[in-house]
């Protein structure tokens, strides 16, 4: 259809008594144009607004999507790094159910294609483990974790309680059908919750208990290796305590934990998620007055958790190099401006990568037992 005869597509105005309008009338004059420009904007078929309604609903699901699939992504590379972390560096001894539920919305039922009923859902499993081992899908409504009934999602917290030994049935709604399967825990060295928090920023962080990744972050990483490079430094900072007592402030101490890690547009925790989102950034602010020699620190535990859980150390001098060339300016306001210059740090991880694929143990890297590598 030409443009001069889309429905509502009129040039009257233009010709309306314009000449009568004098200086005076200019700025309505200028609006009425602005108005008639706008108008003039609208091409192409009608769009009722019933379609996009229902293509938003498509959209706030197909970005629940997404998210989930990537908090899940940074779980796997979490638990995988936990796992390599050594007896002398734990902290606790933390159930790991390796899902992610959170309690129903009409977005995130849209998101993993099942009916929306009260209770908590399971947005999806971590591959390898231990809900995926007992068979649970994404879909399936929890009811019951061993002698644990689930009805909100803080009810997962109560998890932290359960020290079992041995398979404990596990209760879902599947459809219309309840299914019962038995769920072997898994126990990790520490009780981290993985957050993905909406930010362009480029950034990543840590308080304890918390491991927090920017979608910004995510779109610049590359592989699930790059991936693990940035957890395992948040990890290290966790391992080797250094927000407590250093920030001097009183986080909270109530970690949800890792099964209810998500903000999720339309999920009901995206109140809690703003305030946490503001303790993060608390936590940021704070860090970059942190003494560097904790970055170091960070740095030398993370890669070594990194080679302990079967990565290529080399991806970590690869990462800090694109970050200096690929985000110079982000220096002065994100994640690398918490950390000490990109040049030194970039000098001493090729040196400890160095040290580590040419066989130096671990132990002898923490002796600084290697040349040229000051060590805190
Ligand atoms: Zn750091």
Known sequence: MPLDRVPGHSNALLHHGGGRWGRSCIPGLLALAVLWLSACATTGPHVPSSEVEALEKVLRAKSARYLIAQNLRIQAVGARLLRAVPDADSGE??????LLADEATDTLADAVGVAKRDGVLVLGVVPGGPAERAGIQAGDYLEKIG????????DLVARAELDVTGPMPVRVR????????????????????FKVAEDDAVNASSAPGTITITTGMLRFLRSDAELAVVVSHELAHITRRHDVGKLGLALPTVVVGIAAALIVPGSQRLVSTVVEKVIANVVRGALTKVDWDMEREADVFGLLYLHAAGYDPGVASDLWERFAVELPAARSFSFISDHPPSSERLIRLNKLVEALRSGVSPDAILAGNIDDVPLP
């Open 93 to 98: 001894r933390a159930p790991y159910l390796g």
């Open 174 to 193: 599947r459809g219309e059908a309840l299914v019962e399967t038995p769920l072997e825990l898994e126990y990790l060295p520490w009780n981290v919750e």
């Open 147 to 154: 002698p644990q009934v689930i009805t909100i999602s803080q």
